[in-house]
């Protein structure tokens, strides 16, 4: 299953809007859009998904208008068909197909009111809402075991059963046993008499506890061998191991205990039993969870409310730095949205959580992800992770999912585009043939021009622009289409024209000669500069803070093309202006 398109129609910022999309199962995807394109809308979109309806807070709707109703459409293919499952204020068929969490931003405004001497005073405060994993705890039940009565109820030589409390009560056995074993069927005449048999056979012998082992070991029992569903749970439990159920005989007892105490507590019981058993182990997992990226001074615990459920209480927001509040709200939401998972597909969004997330929380955001990733994929089911952000790409595409290849998609497509020719120079820029003059005298200002036309035409680029000042007057062209604010130009060509622009201006600062030459065989702009700061020359600091697009990397694999992330910048308004001051 693939995800071809999500349509969103009168959700927060958006009327409506289409975005093609081919998600593939099981890869993480990166939406990428501007701030204020409106990707949190998508987010709130899928998280006020209901089970039969999509709800949207009165703060929600488009232009806050409630006449605006909502609606959201998934379009998946499958085998060569298509299917359109929507969301509005009649239906879900969404939810039919897909398991949905949205993990965002947890911290909201509240704000509390005193009265001092007559006057109402309000303050406001940042807090984090309280994480709720289990709104309703299950009853703490018990299975109806004693050892003492196993060892009576089997017989003569009930010595031979050991405690197995350390068994009943691990919760990867009994999700194995139920997910495995029908233990109903243990209650049927034929598969009874199995079990009963077999009890006999053992009670017929004598001797210690040992040497009856040794005996079973030495000849065992093989009738037993034919009730192929006893087989199947006395396996199950060999898998793990224990040290008191290591050969198959005694495996054997431990399942004759287990069908036992099923069958003692009620199946109903049994079950209760179980849920609490697995609750308690998600319990202790988000307590061990919480405590290993704690790094607060306070002691945050999961907590058991009468009617709320198991939940996280947090320190109010001032009271953490930025970035412990994003790791600690982002480890336990993913935590709440494998358990949430049920279905055999799975979108899991993930709205912007890492504007203070530092390299180390950025490699545990990559190992839950993965982690759930490779737990979904061998479980054959189809998991579509998803990340918006406003942030380069390029910067997870080197930090993360070495292994989970990134799918990039971008929400506003950008008309800014490189031109082919732009590109082909870039991708032969290593050529011994013209490496050295490119570098010189395409890729950074120099006050002198140079005509190696023949070269390029040898090489197939554009043989024109193998005079430099045609090519000069080329990228300016695009600067000037770009501050004029067209939305065709080519974002390449002007991140050309920024370098050569800042670089002539400072080389027009540099009095002495000597330090100008020097200044010219420097690699690299922002080394250029510094070399600039250290002989005296006063550098303007946005030609520094501009790095950000003269650094772009003009290394390019044939076929690369940076026109998406390098526009995205250039369109920021801010980036727009500071160009524009510089180049105008």
Same mark, same amino acid.
């Given at each position: ?7 969103l ?6 009327? +409506? @809007? ?7 199962? +099981? ?14 809308s998508?987010? $709130? ?7 039969k ?21 998934? &379009?998946?293919?499958?085998?060569? &068909? ?12 969404i ?9 965002n ?15 109402? $005073? &309000? ?8 994480? $709720?994993?289990?709104?309703?705890i ?11 009565? @196993?060892?009576?109820d089997?017989?003569?030589?009930g ?17 194995l ?12 005449? *034929? ?11 053992? +009670? ?16 065992p029992? @093989? ?14 439990? *060999?898998s793990? #191991? ?20 099923y ?12 849920? !609490?058993?697995?609750?308690?182990e998600?319990?202790?997992?988000? &307590? ?5 990226f ?6 945050i615990?999961?907590?058991e409310?009468?009617?709320k #459920?198991l ?19 982002? %480890? ?30 950025? %490699?545990?955001f ?12 061998s ?12 942030l380069?790409?390029?910067y ?6 070495n ?13 800014? *585009? ?6 082909n120079?870039?991708?032969?820029r290593?050529?011994?043939?013209i490496?050295?003059n490119?570098d ?15 070269d390029?035409?040898?090489?197939g ?14 990228? !300016? ?18 991140c050309?024209?920024?370098?050569k622009?800042? @670089?002539?201006?400072? !080389?027009?600062l540099?009095? #002495?000669?000597?330090?100008k ?23 303007p ?8 697009? !003269? ?28 160009i ?5």
């Open positions: 299953m693939n995800i071809k398109e999500i349509e129609t009168n959700i927060k910022g958006i009327q +409506n @809007e289409i975005f093609p999309l081919n998600l593939i199962p +099981n890869k993480p995807s990166i939406f990428v859009a501007p701030n204020g394109f409106g990707k949190s998508i987010g $709130i979109g899928f998280d006020s998904l209901k089970p309806k999509i709800e949207l807070d009165e703060k929600s709707y488009f232009e806050n208008n409630d006449s605006n109703r909502p609606e959201l459409k998934i &379009t998946i293919t499958e085998n060569g &068909t298509e299917q359109t499952l929507i969301a509005n204020d009649t239906q879900n068929t939810n039919d197909v897909f398991d949905v969490f949205v993990i931003s947890q911290v909201v405004s509240k704000a509390t009111s005193q009265r001092y001497g007559g006057r109402t $005073i &309000t303050r406001s405060s940042l807090e984090i809402e309280p994480t $709720i994993f289990v709104p309703r299950p009853n703490k039940v018990h299975f109806n075991y004693s050892i003492s009565a @196993e060892k009576k089997f017989g003569s030589n010595k031979l059963l050991e405690r197995i409390e350390n068994i009943l009560y691990n919760p990867q056995v009994q999700r046993i139920a997910h495995e074993i029908n233990l109903d069927k243990f209650g049927q005449v *034929k598969i009874g008499k199995y079990i009963s048999d077999y009890k006999t056979s053992i +009670n017929q012998l004598s001797g210690t506890s040992e040497s009856i082992k040794r005996q079973v070991n030495d000849n029992i @093989e009738s037993i061998l034919d009730c192929d569903e006893f087989i199947k749970l006395r396996d199950i439990v *060999k793990f #191991g224990f040290a008191n159920a290591s050969t198959d005989f005694e495996c054997n007892l431990v399942a004759i205990q287990i069908i036992s105490t069958h003692k507590t009620g199946k109903t019981q049994y079950r209760k039993a179980c849920n !609490y058993i697995y609750y308690s998600y319990k202790d997992e988000i &307590t061990r969870m919480i405590s290993d704690n790094t607060t001074r306070f002691r615990v999961p907590k409310d009468k009617k #459920g939940m996280v209480n947090w320190p109010k927001a001032h009271q953490m730095s930025n970035g412990q509040r994003d790791i600690l709200s982002f %480890v336990t939401l993913m935590m709440k949205s494998r358990s949430s998972f049920q279905k055999e597909n799975c979108i899991l969004i993930i709205d912007e959580v890492f504007d203070y997330l530092d390299d180390a929380n950025l %490699v545990s990559q190992y839950f992800i993965t982690n759930m990733i490779e737990e979904m994929q479980q054959n089911r189809n998991f579509f992770p998803i990340v918006m952000t406003h380069d790409p390029n997870f595409n080197h930090f993360c999912f292994k989970h290849k990134l799918k990039i998609r971008y929400l506003k497509e950008q008309q800014a *585009k490189a031109s082919q020719r732009i590109l120079l870039i991708y032969n290593e050529n011994p043939l490496k050295a490119v010189k005298y395409f890729f950074h200002f120099h006050p002198n021009q140079i005509d190696i036309s023949t390029f035409e040898t090489l680029l554009n043989k024109s622009w193998g005079n430099s000042q045609k090519f000069l007057n080329k990228i !300016y062209r695009e600067m000037t289409k770009y501050i004029n604010g067209q939305e065709k130009y080519d974002p390449i060509a002007v050309f024209a920024l370098r622009v800042i @670089e002539m201006k400072v !080389y027009k540099i009095k #002495g000669q000597a330090e030459d020097k200044f010219l065989d420097i690699n690299g702009t922002k080394k250029k500069l510094n070399y600039s700061q250290l002989i005296g020359i006063d550098v600091e946005i030609f520094f803070l501009l790095g950000i697009i !003269y650094n772009t990397s003009l290394h390019l694999y044939v076929g690369q093309d940076i026109s998406q992330p390098l526009a995205q910048k250039l369109n920021n308004l801010t980036i727009r202006n500071l524009t001051e510089v180049c105008t």
